[in-house]
Structure formats: C-alpha cells, structure tokens
C-alpha cells in the first residue's frame, strides 16, 4: 500500500461535527484562483512551463511556513489510488487528479489549507474547514493567499482583478462554499425549486465533489456563481445569509417530515436505511451513501442511530473507495469493496 | 424499480445530477449505467458529465461579440476565435487584448466589469530557472529578429529593453 496514504491521518479534523448546525453543514470551504505573471495558463503552457510553474509555486508554499511537516505532491508521479484518495479528501479536484502533465498539490498537515498547482490555473488555494464556518475559512484563506503573494507575482489588474483561465473566475477569485446535507427538503421533492431560487442569487449548488460531479447522499456543495464586482467579504455575506435561509428551510421540511401522515412513512424509511447499513453484507458507495444520508436525518430528529455527527462525517469519508482500499491495505475489486465497506460499517454499528 | 433505460433489469444505480441548477434523476441497471460511462464512475474517478448532459461550451459563444478573424492576443497568440469556441483565455495579457469584447461578458456573467475586491499587489520578481530564463531570452530574441525585418523600430526597442532587463 502506498507509504503517501499512510502519511495522512486516518481522520481529518475538518470533518468533526461543530458549529451552529452540524447536522446540516458538513463543511465550508474558501478558494482563491491565482496565476503567476509571465506565463501561460495551465491550458496553453508547455510541459517544462509547467514544471516551472510547479517548482516556483510548491517553493513558494513551503516558504509561507503554513505547510510545515505536510505534503508536497507531483500529480502526475502518484498512483491512481493516491489519486483518488486526494480527490476523496477534497485536497484535489477529478480534473487535476487525472493530469498526465505536471501538476502537484501542497496539502498542510492538518489537511485545512492546500494548495492546486496546474489545474485550470496555476494555483488554486483553499481553506477547509469543519462546519459552517464562513468567516473563520475566509481569514485562513487570506492569510495563506497573502503570504503566497509575498512569494509570487500574481496576474492581475485593476479593472478585472486577479486573472483567470476562465473569465468566470476573474476579479477576487473566491469561490465561498459549504457542503449542506438537505435530506429532507429532496425527500420532499422540493430540491428543483430550491435549485431554481438558488440561481437567482448568484449561487449555484453542485455534487459532493465539487465542479461536475453528482449529487449524493442529498449533500449540496453551495457556493457563489459571480466574484467580481463586489467585495470578498459581500460574496461571502452573501453565501452565509443563503445558507442561513437553506436551514431554515430544511428545517421546516424535517418538521413536515414528522407531522400526521409523513411520520411513520418517515420513521419507517429511517429505520429501514440503518437496517441496511447494519446487515447488508455488500455495499456500494452509493448505496451506503442513500442510506447513510436518512439515517443522518434519523439521528438529527432524535432517534438513536448508534452514530454521533462526528461518526457519521468521518464515516461518510472512509466508505469512500479510496479509503476502504487503504483500510483493506491492498487494492480491491469493485465487487471487493462493497463487500469490505459493509463488514466495516457493520463493526462501527453494533 | 426497473431501469429507466432498458426497463427489463432491477435498478440498483440511483444517480441525481445537479446542472445548471437543475436536478436530473437517472435509475438504472449496472449494465446500462456502465454504458452511459457512470456506473462506476465514483471508483473510477473517470467520469466527465459533458457526455451525459451535453456540454455548455456554447455558453461564452452566445454572450461574446463579433470580431474580426484576425484579433488575437499578442503575448500568447491566443486567436479570439479560440477564445470564443473553448470559454478559456491563454494567458494573463489576453485580458489586455480583448479588453472591449470582455468588458460585455464580464457584465453578463458578473453583473460587473470592474473588480472591487482586495487590492493585488505585483508581488515580488521571480527567480526563474536557467531553463525558463533561457526559453525567454529565446523567444524575445526571435521576436526582435522579426520586429527589424518587419522596420517595426519602435516595437524593437521594447523587446531589446526586454532582454537586457531579462539577460541582466
């Protein structure tokens, strides 16, 4: 098994439960796009550009201090399981993890701040953090980008700010995000309108991963769809008080979730979900997480799950193939691993 | 549940797509979920949903002006056509070259065209490789080479500029 999984923690710190709601947000994220002055973006630069580019950026990370005893990565040198074990972490997006050129990564040993080199612009730099914790993501992620910017030349100017590959990304760069688990709202159908609203606040919601990926376990990664023209601080006021209102409003749904005839079907469709993951002896990580998501709900309205959120988090991201691989020690088939995520879950269960 | 796709198999992959804010419900059976390239997808990592919902690339095209076949960026080369059909500039100097034609997308996609956030500082110079440094004495040598022939004198005194500030 590969000697980089062993050297992350098998737990990370930005998926315990804490904060206001931690039965809703798993987790918020800041990101700045940045690229370096002089050079081409990652689509148009050559191979040793990028190489370059790499040295420069990975140099610069370790120089910030903010990267001490963590992880400096070339992409491209890594297997497809270290891969897709950044990718599971949210350390590196599917795009970057699949590069064939020179890429890398810089990941802070408390795994809340890392940096993507070479992705659709030369760096990507975030803060992860557990729980709705806006302004606390934000300050870490201008702490790291100022002392980045110390180190590099950043592209930029005064009337479209920070430049980007994609004019989409232009201006401050921030993409503000949270990873809401809104089981009950889609339970009742309601996600498409919510998904309509969302549109028209300049705020777009997305799968678990991030940028093209499915939505799964009815977890909605929601971020700003607009950065430039106003503010980091009013793109991420404005993520905050949508978030505030998406609680509300699966608040409101959970409490239609148990009154007069939804209950029983409610508390039957929860209980069977944790039958499930207590003795299915075969698991797919979709599978898991349907269910894993109403037992969430279950656990949030009350019943006993066997689970604190904590558990349920960590849980969440150790079925993931990557990591049931790690756990296993060894690579594993498919068929494999369904059957090695159910013994797991069956142990942390009983 | 049969699959949606086959109708004859149970469905065992229950997949919602969030596009364009607008979620998308698929049920369907392993062998037809593997044909639409999903099955696996989450083990794999190798899924692309431009092949399952059609890609978006004629986003920019429908929200950029005309312009001339010719304008391109004068750093990268970036031609504006390419810009147009892939929605991705070349380098940090092609906000300068297409200036006009960004300032109408920046206001349809931003609802702004002038950034308000933090001040960007230049940051400090970089120490580039010999490789790197090299590359760009090259490619400015050439580029004087052609200015004298094409008697564009004002255009090589900045690259001569260039290069003595690069060669040191």
């Given at each position: 098994?590969?000697?980089?999984?062993?050297?992350?923690r098998?737990?990370v710190?930005?998926?315990n439960?804490?904060?206001?709601?931690?039965?809703?947000?798993?987790s918020?994220?800041?990101?700045?796009?940045?690229n370096?002055?002089?050079?081409?973006?990652?689509?148009?630069?050559?191979p040793?550009q990028?190489?370059?580019?790499?040295?420069?950026?990975l140099?610069?990370?370790k120089?910030?201090?903010?990267?001490s005893?963590g992880?400096?990565?070339?992409?491209?040198?890594?297997?497809?399981?270290?891969?897709?074990?950044?990718?599971e972490?949210?350390?590196?997006?599917?795009?970057?993890?699949?590069a064939?050129?020179?890429?890398?990564?810089?990941v802070?040993?408390d795994e809340?701040?890392?940096?993507m080199?070479?992705?659709?612009d030369?760096?990507?730099?975030?803060?992860?953090?557990?729980?709705?914790?806006?302004e606390?993501?934000?300050?870490?992620?201008?702490k790291?980008d100022?002392?980045?910017?110390?180190?590099?030349?950043f592209?930029?100017?005064?009337?479209?700010g920070f430049?980007?590959?994609?004019?989409?990304?232009?201006?401050?760069?921030?993409?503000?995000?949270?990873?809401?688990?809104?089981?009950a709202?889609?339970?009742?159908?309601?996600?498409?309108q919510?998904?309509?609203?969302?549109?028209h606040?300049?705020?777009?919601?997305?799968?678990?991963y991030?940028?093209?990926?499915?939505?799964l376990?009815?977890?909605?990664?929601?971020?700003?769809?607009?950065?430039?023209?106003?503010?980091?601080?009013?793109?991420?006021?404005n993520?905050?008080?949508?978030?505030?209102?998406?609680?509300?409003q699966?608040?409101?749904?959970?409490e239609?979730?148990?009154k007069?005839?939804?209950?029983?079907?409610?508390?039957?469709?929860?209980?069977?979900?944790?039958?499930?993951?207590?003795?299915a002896?075969?698991?797919?990580?979709?599978?898991?997480?349907?269910n894993?998501?109403?037992?969430?709900?279950g656990a949030?309205?009350?019943?006993?799950?066997?689970?604190?959120?904590?558990?349920?988090?960590?849980v969440?991201?150790?079925?993931?193939?990557?990591?049931?691989?790690?756990?296993?020690?060894?690579?594993?088939?498919?068929a494999?691993?369904?059957?090695?995520?159910?013994?797991?879950?069956?142990?942390?269960?009983v | 549940?049969?699959c949606?796709?086959?109708?004859?198999k149970?469905?065992?992959?229950?997949?919602?797509l969030?596009?364009?804010n607008k979620?998308?419900?698929?049920?369907l059976?392993?062998?037809?979920?593997?044909?639409k390239?999903?099955?696996?997808?989450?083990e794999?990592?190798a899924?692309?949903i431009?092949?399952?919902?059609?890609?978006?690339?004629?986003?920019?095209k429908?929200?950029?002006?005309?312009?001339?076949?010719?304008?391109?960026?004068?750093?990268?080369g970036?031609?504006?056509?390419?810009f147009?059909?892939?929605g991705?500039?070349g380098?940090?100097?092609?906000?300068?070259?297409?200036?006009?034609?960004?300032t109408?997308?920046?206001?349809?996609?931003?609802?702004s065209?002038?950034?308000?956030g933090?001040?960007?500082?230049?940051?400090?110079e970089?120490k580039?490789?010999k490789a790197?440094?090299?590359?760009?004495?090259?490619?400015?040598?050439?580029?004087?080479?052609e200015?004298?022939?094409?008697?564009?004198?004002?255009?090589?005194?900045?690259?001569?500029?260039?290069?003595?500030?690069?060669?040191g």
């Amino acid at each position: 098994m590969a000697d980089l999984i062993k050297s992350f923690r098998p737990c990370v710190t930005w998926a315990n439960a804490r904060g206001a709601w931690p039965d809703m947000i798993f987790s918020t994220r800041v990101r700045f796009a940045r690229n370096l002055a002089g050079f081409p973006f990652p689509n148009r630069a050559e191979p040793r550009q990028l190489a370059e580019i790499r040295r420069l950026a990975l140099a610069a990370a370790k120089e910030t201090g903010l990267f001490s005893k963590g992880h400096y990565l070339k992409i491209e040198a890594l297997t497809p399981l270290e891969r897709r074990f950044l990718v599971e972490r949210h350390h590196v997006s599917h795009a970057l993890a699949s590069a064939v050129l020179p890429a890398g990564a810089a990941v802070a040993n408390d795994e809340d701040l890392s940096v993507m080199i070479n992705e659709e612009d030369h760096l990507r730099l975030q803060c992860l953090n557990a729980g709705f914790a806006i302004e606390e993501a934000f300050k870490a992620a201008v702490k790291l980008d100022e002392a980045l910017g110390r180190e590099l030349p950043f592209a930029c100017g005064a009337k479209f700010g920070f430049l980007t590959a994609c004019p989409t990304n232009a201006g401050t760069g921030i993409r503000v995000s949270c990873l809401a688990h809104l089981p009950a709202l889609s339970r009742l159908g309601q996600m498409p309108q919510v998904l309509e609203s969302l549109s028209h606040l300049g705020v777009t919601a997305r799968g678990i991963y991030g940028e093209g990926t499915y939505v799964l376990g009815d977890f909605y990664q929601v971020s700003n769809a607009t950065c430039l023209g106003r503010s980091e601080e009013e793109f991420c006021g404005n993520i905050d008080r949508v978030i505030r209102n998406l609680i509300r409003q699966e608040i409101a749904a959970r409490e239609t979730l148990l009154k007069g005839r939804f209950k029983l079907k409610t508390e039957d469709a929860v209980f069977r979900a944790l039958g499930l993951l207590k003795h299915a002896r075969t698991l797919s990580y979709e599978e898991f997480m349907q269910n894993i998501s109403l037992a969430r709900m279950g656990a949030a309205m009350g019943w006993n799950m066997g689970l604190d959120f904590s558990t349920f988090n960590q849980v969440t991201l150790l079925m993931q193939s990557a990591h049931i691989q790690a756990a296993a020690g060894r690579e594993l088939s498919p068929a494999e691993r369904d059957a090695f995520r159910a013994e797991s879950l069956r142990k942390k269960l009983v | 549940m049969l699959c949606e796709e086959c109708r004859e198999k149970n469905a065992v992959v229950f997949l919602k797509l969030a596009v364009n804010n607008k979620v998308t419900e698929m049920n369907l059976c392993p062998a037809c979920a593997a044909k639409k390239g999903m099955g696996f997808g989450l083990e794999s990592g190798a899924f692309n949903i431009s092949d399952i919902v059609g890609n978006m690339s004629g986003y920019f095209k429908d929200f950029l002006p005309p312009e001339k076949k010719t304008l391109r960026c004068a750093a990268c080369g970036l031609k504006y056509s390419e810009f147009k059909e892939s929605g991705r500039l070349g380098c940090p100097e092609c906000y300068a070259g297409f200036e006009p034609q960004l300032t109408e997308l920046m206001s349809r996609i931003h609802g702004s065209s002038q950034h308000a956030g933090r001040a960007c500082r230049g940051g400090p110079e970089l120490k580039l490789s010999k490789a790197e440094t090299c590359r760009r004495l090259d490619e400015l040598r050439a580029a004087l080479k052609e200015a004298v022939a094409k008697e564009d004198f004002e255009g090589a005194a900045r690259l001569r500029d260039a290069l003595k500030e690069l060669d040191g």
